[in-house]
């Protein structure tokens, strides 16, 4: 059996060791070739991803440990942000972001079942799925082409005095009217929250002549970091905010609902674990097993948040090659406008793109359905712009013709997407060979 002097030098030599195994077999180095697949996302890493896991994996800790905190430190510094919350994924980050806003130590401002929150009827499921479970009404408006985010025109027709928040993602990167959102919160004291930044992370909007960060401008933000995403740890997913109450909210539903603020590990951290007197239980009753909300288990491994340090340090270059590909087949795909609506950034922002959307115009007679199987045979992914109009799905099957929700408007728009809209990939794995290809493959469908 091999031994070391010292358990630093064997880590160091095992590490060294993983690093030439990236660079023998994982390390990309064959160039593209036309019909080569092209995914829309994907994972983009280097030996440092895999050198750091596995100096978690020899920790061997497994649950949220030290990887996790510096995480949650490095990931609210970059954003400019005093709290992040960690979490299993960014489905899991809207659930906890949502439920921090039911809490009762929000007074009048608690969302209780029942109270309205205003969002998009195009958009991810698990935008609304909190509220619908929790219920809460949801009062779904309708979106605009070419930017695809909320139609502010109609927030004022939503409001209702059962209104309590606004929840909104920010599409595929494509910032919302934070100016007309936010200036609407504020006039009636509703809830900016979550703003949902899983989509978006990295893009910035200016508001009253300063560049911020979406995700924390609002009042809580989320983050999603599965692998196609802005930056990935395999599974996870951030909460993040400027307000140490629902900072604090936020950690304990997180963390089974507990009061206690004790460091994965440790005991007794506030000196008060057995001296205390909590709701009806027995005076001095341990602290670590009060709880004071009704929570969950929603934290990460070390594991995960070992590789999110790595990729942390690689989001300027991130940001910086999804707005190259994204300009460079704007660029490319501009004669085709006359067949095509193409997207455009949302005045006052600056996006970090997920990706490119394309809708057919009505009147070019083209049919989405035969461009998008077109693609997929010469191998480019493509997506749809996720649910399209949510009421259509079978998942309203039940809730149809409930007052489970509302609606404003008849959602023309949100139904425009649903049957025209389409979108491929321009994550930072991507060349300028493979987005010709993409852009010739695309001309040649539409010039058919």
Avoid at 93 to 110: D, I, K, S, V, W
Avoid at 220 to 230: A, K, R, V
Avoid at 240 to 256: E, G, V
Wanted: glycine share 8%.
């Amino acid at each position: 059996m091999k031994s070391w002097e010292t358990e630093q030098q064997a880590r160091e030599e095992i590490k060294g060791l993983v690093a030439d195994y990236y660079h023998q077999f994982k390390e990309k180095k064959e160039a593209f070739h036309p019909g080569d697949r092209i995914n829309y996302g994907g994972r983009v890493f280097d030996e440092r991803e895999m050198c750091t896991l596995t100096d978690a994996v020899l920790d061997f800790w497994l649950t949220a440990g030290h990887y996790a905190d510096r995480f949650e430190s490095e990931f609210a510094q970059m954003l400019g942000v005093k709290y992040a919350c960690l979490v299993n994924s960014g489905s899991s980050a809207n659930l906890l972001a949502f439920m921090t806003l039911t809490a009762p130590e929000l007074g009048e401002r608690q969302i209780k079942p029942g109270d309205e929150v205003i969002t998009v009827a195009c958009g991810f499921p698990t935008t609304i799925t909190p509220m619908i479970q929790y219920g809460a009404i949801p009062v779904f408006v309708d979106v605009t082409v070419p930017q695809y985010n909320v139609d502010v025109s109609q927030l004022e027709a939503a409001h209702s005095p059962k209104t309590k928040a606004v929840m909104l993602a920010h599409t595929l990167g494509n910032p919302f009217d934070l100016q007309a959102v936010k200036a609407f919160c504020d006039r009636y004291g509703l809830w900016l929250g979550g703003e949902d930044n899983c989509d978006a992370l990295g893009s910035k909007y200016i508001l009253d002549g300063q560049e911020r960060f979406t995700g924390t401008i609002g009042d809580i933000g989320t983050s999603s970091f599965y692998p196609p995403h802005h930056m990935t740890m395999g599974e996870g997913g951030c909460v993040y905010t400027n307000h140490p109450l629902l900072a604090r909210i936020s950690k304990s539903m997180r963390d089974w609902g507990r009061d206690c603020v004790c460091p994965s590990g440790h005991d007794n951290f506030c000196g008060h674990r057995f001296d205390g007197q909590h709701g009806l239980l027995p005076k001095g009753y341990d602290h670590k097993y009060v709880y004071g909300h009704l929570g969950y288990n929603l934290k990460v491994t070390d594991l995960q948040a070992a590789i999110g340090c790595e990729q942390i340090k690689k989001m300027p270059s991130f940001i910086e090659a999804r707005r190259h590909n994204w300009e460079y087949l704007r660029t490319k795909l501009q004669p085709l406008e006359d067949k095509l609506i193409l997207p455009e950034p949302a005045p006052n922002s600056i996006p970090s793109w997920f990706g490119f959307l394309i809708s057919l115009r009505t009147e070019s007679g083209l049919k989405r359905h035969e461009i998008i199987r077109t693609l997929e045979a010469k191998n480019i992914q493509t997506r749809l712009l996720f649910s399209g109009n949510i009421i259509r799905h079978p998942c309203f099957d039940t809730l149809r013709g409930s007052n489970a929700y509302r609606v404003v408007g008849d959602l023309s728009v949100s139904d425009f997407i649903t049957e025209n809209t389409f979108w491929i990939g321009v994550y930072p794995g991507m060349s300028d060979a493979m987005l010709d290809y993409m852009a010739q493959s695309l001309t040649e469908c539409v010039r058919a």
